[in-house]
């Protein structure tokens, strides 16, 4: 499908703007799997490791180790559920996507073909990793741009997939620390 080609009709807009909305939906339902796992990860890792740091410190560091392990374990937590409630969000406005995408490709050819080439790319993505896959739709974001107004629902969409990627690798690269940190307790601890 490509906008060059003449006769370029409402049926086809509607076509190309449920495909852009499956994709979008289609990404989401893949995050959201992705991120509940990450959600429990991040618990037993943070959690974990801040009650091990506290059996294993004492004193002063003990404290240090309440503000600071609590910050990051509450800072990981909150990375990886804010992400789960904007994937949540997009599920739950899913039937007010397919209009206001319609409304954005008709808006401009520009657009139009910012969309097109979107739906394509995630198309062809297949299995490919899903910051890959969200990393295609900001171009559709930048297609947006002052009109968040006028898609509300689509910008939070496409602002809960792109911002994915980011809020994960936050949320685990935190969890990873305290997995090395626990381990360090448990040393500790046995020592």
Do not use: K
């Not at 297949?126 to 009109?147: K, P, T, W």
Request: contains cysteine.
């Amino acid at each position: 499908m490509s906008s060059d080609q003449p006769g370029f009709g409402r049926d086809d807009l509607d076509r190309l703007a449920q495909r852009a909305v499956d994709a979008v939906l289609r990404l989401v339902r893949r995050a959201a799997a992705l991120a509940r796992g990450v959600l429990l990860f991040t618990i037993v890792c943070a959690v974990g490791s801040f009650l091990l740091g506290i059996a294993a410190l004492s004193g002063g560091i003990e404290r240090v180790w309440i503000v600071l392990g609590g910050f990051f374990a509450v800072l990981a937590i909150w990375a990886i559920l804010t992400a789960l409630l904007r994937l949540r969000a997009v599920r739950r406005g899913a039937d007010a996507l397919f209009g206001e995408v319609r409304a954005l490709i008709s808006g401009s050819e520009q657009t139009e073909r910012t969309v097109i080439e979107t739906v394509e790319s995630a198309d062809g993505a297949g299995n490919e990793g899903l910051v890959v896959m969200s990393r295609q739709f900001s171009s559709m974001q930048h297609a947006i741009g002052d009109r968040v107004d006028q898609f509300r629902g689509l910008a939070s969409a496409l602002s809960a997939v792109t911002s994915f990627p980011g809020l994960v690798a936050l949320a685990i690269l935190v969890s990873f620390v305290f997995a090395g940190l626990g381990l360090l307790f448990l040393i500790a601890l046995a020592l």
